[in-house]
């Protein structure tokens, strides 16, 4: 365990001793907002693009506290990272005790500007909590360069890691504040890795595979295979919005997008249109209803090809005009 410790904390640039494994980012976030000393008033600010398993731990936390969770409106079209921080910053109150962003959020794909974003709230002292659920593998994760005081990232998405791997990043000057969600033998460890990892009889093989999904990265020259699906994602981003006629929900650059991308639809039926898209093309992809609009949401990793793009594309110029509504 401390040798996969070790490879992921080179891997993301931190001390491993900075660093636990969790079965997912959701367990992660829940060990960070459970254990902060929230208030009565205190606020939690985050935005109407997180993933909704999280809004309702920080309601949870927040029922049981008396403080606030805060969800500042994002709208689309997005224009500019700078924009993007200005806006979210004029949400910042004086009882802003906690800012919540993904660094890629889960509905829109979009990448946020979380370095800016944790470098301005340590000037206020605020604490971070960063949602990197989609990041590791699929985009750079430096956590130096970040600055958060927690980010808790999933391996089992975009670095191919197996199902139940990811990973809470805690920054030393506030790991005391974090208490396990299981007490068990390692609780009497003087160090914050050790009392959350020894927690009694567990599958460890997925954090023990960690080191050799990072080495299967370097071995196949991972840049490469990331700028490669860019290129096929942003074609394919273009193609949807060509077919579609409906305007792209963020620039066209990797600043705000990589591998990922969500484009909007035409108003369908979501739930029929994504039993169609597998049982008729074989194609498994989300659809998401977000601010009573329909989305798809594309993911390319470096198995797929311009083939299942254009089988994507032909299902959905065949079933659009089918179930448009």
């Not at 802003?96 to 370095?115: E, Q, W």
Request: proline share 6%; aromatic share 10%; hydrophobic share 40%.
């Amino acid at each position: 365990m401390d040798e996969a410790r070790a490879a992921l904390g080179e891997y993301v640039n931190a001390s491993a001793n900075d660093l636990i494994f969790v079965p997912n980012a959701t367990a992660g976030i829940n060990i960070v907002a459970r254990s902060l000393d929230l208030k009565a008033g205190d606020e939690i600010l985050s935005n109407d693009h997180e993933y909704g398993a999280l809004d309702f731990t920080w309601g949870f936390v927040c029922s049981k506290t008396g403080a606030k969770y805060v969800q500042h409106s994002i709208p689309l079209p997005v224009t500019s990272h700078e924009d993007f921080v200005e806006s979210l910053w004029e949400k910042v109150t004086p009882r802003t005790r906690v800012i919540y962003m993904s660094h890629v959020f889960s509905p829109t794909a979009l990448i946020t500007p979380v370095a800016e974003i944790c470098r301005r709230a340590r000037e206020s002292g605020i604490w971070t909590v960063i949602d990197g659920a989609h990041a590791p593998g699929h985009i750079p994760v430096d956590l130096q360069a970040i600055g958060p005081d927690f980010y808790s990232g999933n391996c089992h998405k975009w670095m191919s890691a197996p199902k139940g791997t990811a990973f809470l990043y805690a920054n030393p000057d506030f790991q005391n504040l974090l208490a396990p969600l299981i007490v068990s033998w390692g609780f009497d460890d003087p160090t914050w890795a050790g009392r959350n990892l020894w927690q009694g009889t567990r599958e460890v093989s997925a954090f023990l595979s960690v080191p050799a999904a990072i080495n299967f990265m370097h071995e196949h020259d991972w840049d490469s295979v990331r700028r490669e699906c860019h290129a096929l994602a942003k074609a394919t981003r273009q193609r949807i919005i060509d077919l579609t006629g409906l305007p792209a929900i963020a620039p066209d650059d990797a600043g705000w997008f990589n591998q990922m991308f969500t484009a909007r639809l035409p108003k369908v039926d979501e739930e029929v249109l994504k039993a169609r898209l597998y049982d008729e093309y074989l194609v498994e992809v989300p659809l998401v209803k977000r601010f009573e609009e329909n989305f798809i949401r594309v993911s390319i990793q470096g198995y797929n090809t311009r083939e299942d793009v254009d089988r994507l594309l032909n299902a959905l110029s065949k079933l659009l005009p089918q179930l448009a509504q």
